[in-house]
């Protein structure tokens, strides 16, 4: 869930950023909130030239099936496209999760 809409998303444990395409920003946000500027470089494996970003939003984000929510930063690129999640964001841990070592 993001902002209280279901999104689905890919989750890349060797990105580096989130990346949300701006057709869904607009879903989400419902043309209410703004982007921030972003000096960001994300560069793919796919492309030689660096995506083209829109902007940067800071978003929260609930895990149902967890019970767990965070903030995270995602970039906004033009178009369509699936929805990433990266590393960090996605190894959210509930909070009675504990480590035994």
Same mark, same amino acid.
């Given at each position: 869930?993001?902002?209280?809409?279901?999104? *689905?998303?890919?989750? $890349?444990?060797?990105?580096?950023?989130?990346?949300? +395409?701006?057709?869904?920003?607009?879903?989400?946000?419902?043309?209410?909130?703004?982007?921030?500027? *972003?000096?960001?470089?994300? $560069?793919?494996?796919?492309?030689?030239?660096?995506?083209?970003?829109?902007?940067?939003?800071?978003?929260?984000?609930?895990?149902? *099936?967890?019970?767990?929510?965070?903030?995270?930063?995602?970039?906004?690129?033009?178009?369509?496209?699936?929805?990433?999640?990266?590393?960090? +964001?996605?190894?959210?841990?509930?909070?009675? $999760?504990?480590?035994? +070592?």
């Amino acid at each position: 869930m993001i902002e209280n809409e279901p999104v *689905s998303v890919v989750i $890349d444990r060797g990105a580096t950023c989130n990346l949300i +395409s701006h057709q869904v920003f607009d879903k989400v946000s419902k043309g209410k909130i703004g982007l921030l500027k *972003s000096d960001r470089k994300v $560069d793919t494996y796919a492309y030689k030239q660096p995506l083209e970003l829109r902007g940067k939003w800071m978003v929260d984000i609930f895990v149902p *099936s967890r019970q767990t929510s965070l903030q995270a930063e995602f970039f906004v690129m033009p178009g369509s496209a699936d929805t990433l999640l990266d590393r960090s +964001s996605s190894e959210v841990r509930h909070p009675e $999760d504990r480590c035994v +070592s």
